[in-house]
């Protein structure tokens, strides 16, 4: 009993493979029939691959890495900064690159970036304006907006606090077209462990990628700079001027006491000794109050050195910039695999339609 039931279970399975053979056969042989439908789905594929290729435009890269060697990043400056964007909580160098990755995408930044001029050929122009044409955004207003200022608008100043609304509307366009968080013409790279901070502008445009990563640099570095001393350089103005107005009521004092001498060589009365040792006496004064101040002018201007970051290019884009472009082999390889899938799961599930049908 026991042996027949076996030979029938391996009668079974020799059925059960004999009919997924067979059935593989039959599609094998559907799809050698209708080639020619495979083809249609390749040659569309590749169609679309093609037509894509085509229209994705070419790329420029421009990548400027810089190194920031802080001074006293605990100043007032760096701490009001940091405090600003939400990071008051944060010192040290980790701050201060958290703080660069806000400031590059600020408008306060991006405004300076957009409204600095470039000679091409013979216009010197806005970046704002060479992006406007590049990106072609005067037809896109032409298309979506019944405002006729827009149409052929380009920027004639860079006072912002002076822009009509559709201006402040254009310059915000700008700002996102630059520092979109996908899609942007600009990123940032930190490195907190090497302190390596890499500037990254891709664009449509060679010249406009070129010039957003070396003057969004060049405004970052100079802002951060200028707020990380603030404290420390209205230190040193102040003792400065002071000193030079002691310098200056020093030098009235000797003057004053040098002319009084030679106009009272014969000293006779006491009254005119009294007056020249009052003289004396002022510019001794002087002389102390002076050589204290500029003391002092030694020590605010080595504090202000101490504070002072030392921002370091370690490399800037150069032309030709690198370009980066859709692949014509990957696009066809791409449509003949796509194409050759899609065309055999069509042509599969036809034959499983019929098949169900029939029976």
Known sequence: MSTTNTNHGIEEDEIS?????????????????????LLIFILLLCSYNLYKWYKTETIYNAELTFTL???DSGSGGVSSLLGNFGLGGMTGGGGNLLLIGELVRSRLIIRDVLFHKVKVKNRNDYLANYLIDAYELQE??????NN???WDYHFANDNIESFELYEKSIF????NLIVNNKRGILKIELDEFSKVIKINAKSKSSMLAYEIANQTFNALSKYYIRKT?????YTYKISKHR?????????EAEYALAKF???????QLETHYLKQQRLDRTVTRLSIIQSEAARNVEVSKFALNEATPFVQIIDRPLYPLRATSASLVDAIIFGVAVGLFLGIVFLCLRKLYRDIMSD
Request: proline fraction near 0%.
């Open 17 to 37: 493979l004999r009919d997924i053979i067979l059935v593989v056969k039959d599609y094998i042989q559907e799809v050698k029939q209708y080639w020619w439908i």
């Open 69 to 71: 060697n802080d001074g």
């Open 140 to 145: 896109k207003w032409r298309e979506n907006s």
């Open 148 to 150: 006729e200022k827009l």
């Open 172 to 175: 915000k366009q700008l700002f």
């Open 229 to 233: 001393i603030e404290k420390q350089e």
């Open 243 to 251: 000193l030079d107005s002691l310098s200056q009521l020093l030098l």
């Open 261 to 267: 001498k030679e106009s009272h060589r014969n000293l």
